[in-house]
């Protein structure tokens, strides 16, 4: 009897257990997003994440609010955030100053309060150029400007339609360290604006300009006009140029367009 106990015990642990393998094969997958995501020095996109995980971009999604639901709920000193088009791992804001503490280290690597204040106006009124900007500040930006460039958070948008100047525009890199998602989810900026002051007093939007077409080339432009040029009744051009090839009056060009060596000695 007990040989036959033994055997049956041995049977059920020998049989897989469904939904024991499935948690597993859940939890797998939540630790390989933690460790893409803890590697990833910029947002990564759900089906980056599926492809590396080889689960279903549906699946990889739900798993992923799951775990900021997690996160948040544990009081986590960091948090998954869905920005720029992607998930990332950022510390949480009530830690703030103990990671810039610990990062700065006496050292000074914020924007000062005019980098900060062009950032703003570019983040609002893009795209702009600088002249806009320094009008809106009234003082000169450019070295502030230059900055921001540098740091990637603005880059140049093209020109401006009636003046021609060099118009910029916010990057991805500032929806990523603003922990934004695209420019629909700044705040509205009315509410910072001084009372006397609201959105119709502002200038207009400066206008970026099309593109422009590649100019035709000057030769091919000669090779249409003659080609077009009218004829007249006695064959020859209205100018007076005879279409016979043989005639004595035809100028004979070379192959620059230029006329041939011993009309240039005539001429002369």
Known sequence: MTDVTQDVTEDVREEPDENGAGEDAGRRVRSAIEAVLMVADEPVAVRALARATGEQ????????RELAGEYSEQGRGFELREVSGGWRMYSRAE????????LLDGQTAKLTQAALETLAIVAYRQPVSRARVSAVRGVSVDGVMRTLLTRGLVCEAGVEAT???????TTEEFLQRMGLDSLDELPPLAPFLPDEVSLDDLEPAEVLAEPVLEPVLEGADE?????????GDDGGSADGTSADPHAPDQHVHDQHGDPAPQQQEDQS
């Open 57 to 64: 971009p549906d699946e990889v999604d739900l798993l992923l």
């Open 163 to 169: 003046s021609g100047a060099t118009l910029y525009r």
């Open 223 to 231: 090779r249409v006009v003659e080609a077009a040029a009218p004829v």
């Open 95 to 102: 830690h703030a100053d103990v990671v810039e503490a610990f």
